[in-house]
């Protein structure tokens, strides 16, 4: 029984080990505002990756979050949330603050 206890013990302490070595990786997008949302597309022959954010800012990525570029921003309007449509192949649609969304249909190059 205690041998049994040790092994259960000895596995969990190793489980939470190799969770706890895992780390984040820290990615500079080049925009100053503060970003609230971010969304990829799942096509599997792409990386396109959107996220927008304070200041009405959206950037994209092209090659999986290596480099960001500003593509929209409008000060006025904060945007909240992004989302590739599922549906819809390069459709994406994103909400923002005082009811606003915005639509691209071209993986967000405008």
Known sequence: MKTKILLLALLA?????SVTSAQWTLYQT???YSLFGVDFATHPYTHVGIAVGQG???I???DAGEEWTLVYQNINIWMNDVQFDPN???VIWAA???GVIIKSVDFGNT
């Open 96 to 98: 923002g603050m005082g």
């Open 13 to 17: 302490f190793m489980g939470f080990a």
């Open 56 to 58: 009405g800012t959206v």
């Open 60 to 62: 994209r990525t092209t």
């Open 30 to 32: 080049g925009v100053p």
């Open 88 to 90: 819809q192949f390069g």
